[in-house]
């Protein structure tokens, strides 16, 4: 063998090593996600929950959505609203600025007792899942990065889909979901760094997140992301 030719192998040996040496590094800068896998999502049936109204079953996706934590522990069914309302708010803090107030955006059902968002109380049972902003006051400080949020109410007192209900209506009708003073909120999250529609994933607080693409009343769709599981570190 030759010297140039021992020299030639001995460089082309070297890049290979360090071509496998630092693959990995770039593999993982490249392919770790913003937020981490937090459990799985599974298609399920239409909703046909007896005490639900026609109109409110006519109004969800025909197919829903089983969610359940990394060991199979079933968190919730979710059904997204078939188009759901279009509005404009351009408040600070606001990130669905294209939902409508009040809209409905889906209807949950828990399969055994848990908690909303603020620790309080919940039934298992099925409820609609409204659009509201938490007002800018010293009582929500802290509850979430975005002002956006579900509020959860009892679906035997939410039978009309296309109601249009006003902020203090609609906190009421949420009391009777968590049984106390304040409405049972679900949190919405921004949807950045989300990939894979639908899936559930697990944000940086520990909080369980439900992604989907949702379609409108336009006929587009738009991602949107909200809490099943987790609870608020502070304020609210």
Request: charged share 20%.
């Amino acid at each position: 063998m030759t010297s140039n030719l021992r020299h030639l192998i001995h460089a082309r040996f070297l890049a290979a090593l360090l071509f496998l040496l630092t693959v990995p590094f770039v593999v993982f800068a490249i392919s770790l996600p913003t937020l981490p896998d937090g459990g799985k999502v599974e298609s399920i049936g239409a909703f046909t929950e007896a005490g639900a109204s026609e109109a409110l079953k006519k109004a969800l996706e025909p197919k829903g959505y089983r969610v359940s934590t990394a060991d199979g522990t079933v968190l919730c069914d979710i059904w997204l609203r078939n188009g759901i309302a279009m509005g404009k708010n351009e408040s600070l803090g606001v990130a669905y600025k294209w939902i409508g107030d009040s809209a409905l955006v889906a209807v949950i059902t828990i399969p055994k007792a848990t908690t909303d968002f603020r620790r309080q109380p919940l039934k298992a049972g099925s409820y609609t899942l409204r659009y509201g902003i938490h007002p800018q006051d010293g009582n929500h400080l802290g509850i979430s990065p975005i002002r956006d949020f579900l509020l959860l109410t009892p679906l035997a007192d939410d039978q009309t889909p296309d109601a249009k209900i006003s902020f203090e209506d609609l906190n009421k009708m949420s009391k009777k979901a968590s049984g106390t003073n304040h409405a049972a909120p679900m949190s919405l999250v921004s949807t950045d760094g989300i990939t894979a529609w639908p899936s559930v994933i697990e944000d940086e607080n520990g909080h369980l997140v439900f992604a989907a693409k949702v379609k409108t009343a336009s006929g587009s769709e738009s991602p949107i992301a909200f809490v099943v599981k987790g609870v608020v570190e502070q304020g609210g």
